[in-house]
């Protein structure tokens, strides 16, 4: 049935630290090999080996530049480069799953996650054109929606080691930028988290109310204004003595030397 | 967004032929037999023709069938229903004057309101969209309705209703791209809220998250469409409205009929690929596009 369930107690999502992420797009490559060989259809390419390579993907990073604006006299502060890795953000108003008409998105009642069930998916795109964050793709050979499922065969699989039921791209992250939890609880380490670096919504407006959250990038640190060679540019003899000493007195002596 | 030619000709000609559906069966003076029988045919040609065609874009037509279950929370699926119904009731109500010379008026006003709440649900499913600012506003059920009347009215040879609710369209939709034309801006939807970053200053797109295309570009940003939009419009307005109007008023006959009927359709068509091609899509902000 795809009227959404009542907001459940547990909420699992993931917090993504805009501050730490390398853009390295680890994520992106981990979350496709496990997802293409995992739950559901696998996650097709078009033409991989062309110049018009194109295919789907559950997680993309976008790399963003932002420019600080000019303070009163000060020059402005040198642009940031920040990596912006996106997923689906298993909303709790999530509009994707009211608009499809064969019951096949759903949302779980037990821990919010959102889902495609492919097999009663039609293909019909509504659901993309209701997510306002682009996190799911139609995939061009199967016809059916693709999304992240927040890697639920591997976050509840007792065959996997204790440490790697995780989302694969929190798993493999080597910046530690990805964190995966329950949002839903105030005391867990993401809710902490959020709480401390002031964790926000994407595209608040758009009242999807996501579960996962953004930590925004540190303020740089401020530069005191001295030069850091000076010590090294200065003249290593100031008062000559011996060899040196004669040297420096007689080259002055010369016309047009310096004094 | 990408103005497929399914989708395009889906809500054109099925909102014309359900359109000429509500007429057929509100018109106390219906015709019957073999006249009844060739405005029914074009009718059903055009509003099954259009379902049809919408099935194109599915990635799985042929799971079609379970698009009917989910009319409590989800437009598309109440389109369906909708449709389906209407075609069943219509389809006793028109046999009724064909083969019967009987008019079984409680069918044909029951069969009308289906086609209305076809048309209805139809817009609904681009109205209920937050993310397309320039679709989520009441002129887009107002215009598809008002078009599908006057349009089914011109079909139908129904002049006394086709002049006013030709222009009545004719005047919503100019309305409606004015107004549209400011939506996206005042939505609040910016590269900022996207992305979180505007406390630290004007974001930019730097790189995009791969080297090619994908699925979200091509569905959802659609530049080149917008170049021409002005003369379209101008082109849409004349073709749509200004000339079937013009003909019914100089000569309301079979051939300026047919003739108003064939500039109002590509007219329509022209506005319809409008309405797709110029709508922009919140996603394409995090590419830096619409």
Redesign the interface.
């Known amino acids: 049935?795809?009227?959404?369930p009542p907001p459940s107690a547990k909420k699992l999502g993931l917090v993504i630290d805009?501050d730490t992420c390398v853009g390295c797009?680890a994520c992106?490559v981990s979350c496709k090999g496990w997802n293409t060989e995992n739950y559901g259809a696998p996650l097709s390419d078009q033409n991989a080996y062309s110049g018009?390579?194109?295919?789907?993907?559950l997680n993309?990073?976008?790399?963003?530049?932002?420019?600080?604006?000019v303070l009163k006299d000060k020059p402005a502060a040198p642009?940031?480069?920040?990596h912006?890795p996106?997923s689906c953000l298993h909303c709790e108003d999530a509009?994707c799953?009211?608009?499809?008409?064969?019951?096949?998105s759903y949302k779980r009642a037990e821990d919010g996650i959102v889902l495609v069930n492919e097999k009663?998916?039609?293909?019909?795109?509504?659901c993309?054109?209701?997510?306002?964050?682009?996190a799911r793709?139609?995939?061009?050979k199967?016809?059916?929606?693709k999304k992240c499922t927040l890697c639920v065969d591997r976050i509840y699989n007792e065959n996997l080691p204790e440490e790697d039921r995780q989302p694969a791209c929190v798993r493999t992250c080597p910046a530690g930028a990805r964190h995966f939890g329950d949002l839903g609880d105030e005391t867990s380490d993401v809710s902490i988290l959020v709480a401390e670096r002031g964790g926000?919504?994407?595209?608040?407006?758009?009242?999807t109310k996501p579960v996962n959250k953004?930590l925004?990038?540190r303020p740089k640190d401020v530069e005191p204004e001295y030069d850091i060679l000076a010590p090294y540019l200065e003249p290593i003899a100031q008062d000559g003595k011996g060899f040196v000493g004669w040297l420096d007195k007689a080259l002055s002596a010369m016309p047009g030397g310096a004094k | 967004m990408h103005p497929a030619p399914s989708v395009i000709f889906f809500t054109t000609f099925s909102g014309m032929g359900f359109g000429l559906l509500f007429w057929l069966g509100i018109d106390t003076t219906a015709p019957t037999g073999w006249i009844a029988f060739v405005f029914f045919a074009i009718a059903y040609a055009m509003a099954v023709g259009g379902l049809l065609a919408s099935t194109f874009h599915l990635g799985r037509p042929e799971r079609a069938i379970k698009a009917f279950s989910q009319w409590r929370s989800s437009w598309l699926s109440r389109e369906g229903i909708c449709a389906v119904v209407t075609l069943l009731v219509l389809a006793f109500y028109g046999a009724g004057l064909v083969f019967f010379d009987a008019q079984w008026s409680v069918l044909g006003w029951l069969g009308a309101l289906g086609a209305l709440g076809t048309v209805f649900t139809t817009s609904m499913i681009y109205a209920q969209l937050k993310t397309v600012p320039r679709w989520k506003h009441w002129t887009t059920p107002a215009l598809f309705l008002f078009l599908s009347l006057g349009g089914g009215a011109l079909l139908s040879g129904n002049v006394k209703f086709a002049l006013p609710l030709l222009i009545i369209a004719g005047a919503l939709q100019a309305f409606a791209w004015f107004h549209g034309d400011g939506r996206f801006a005042a939505s609040g939807t910016t590269m900022a809220t996207a992305t979180g970053l505007g406390h630290i200053g004007k974001v930019r797109a730097f790189e995009p998250p791969h080297t090619g295309t994908n699925y979200l570009m091509r569905e959802f940003i659609h530049v080149v469409g917008r170049k021409h939009a002005m003369q379209l419009r101008i082109i849409a307005l004349i073709l749509g409205f200004v000339v079937p109007v013009g003909l019914l008023l100089i000569n309301a006959g079979h051939w300026t009929g047919l003739l108003a009927v064939v500039s109002h359709i590509a007219g329509v068509l022209t506005l319809r690929w409008l309405f797709f091609a110029q709508a922009e899509h919140v996603v394409g902000l995090y590419y830096g596009q619409r």
């Open positions: 049935m795809t009227t959404l805009l797009h992106v018009a390579a194109s295919g789907t993907f993309r990073v976008h790399s963003y530049e932002v420019q600080p604006p642009a940031q480069l920040i912006f996106k509009p799953v009211t608009v499809c008409p064969t019951g096949a009663d998916c039609i293909g019909c795109g509504l993309a054109w209701a997510c306002p964050y682009g793709e139609l995939d061009a199967e016809g059916v929606m926000f919504d994407l595209m608040p407006e758009q009242g953004y925004p990038p």
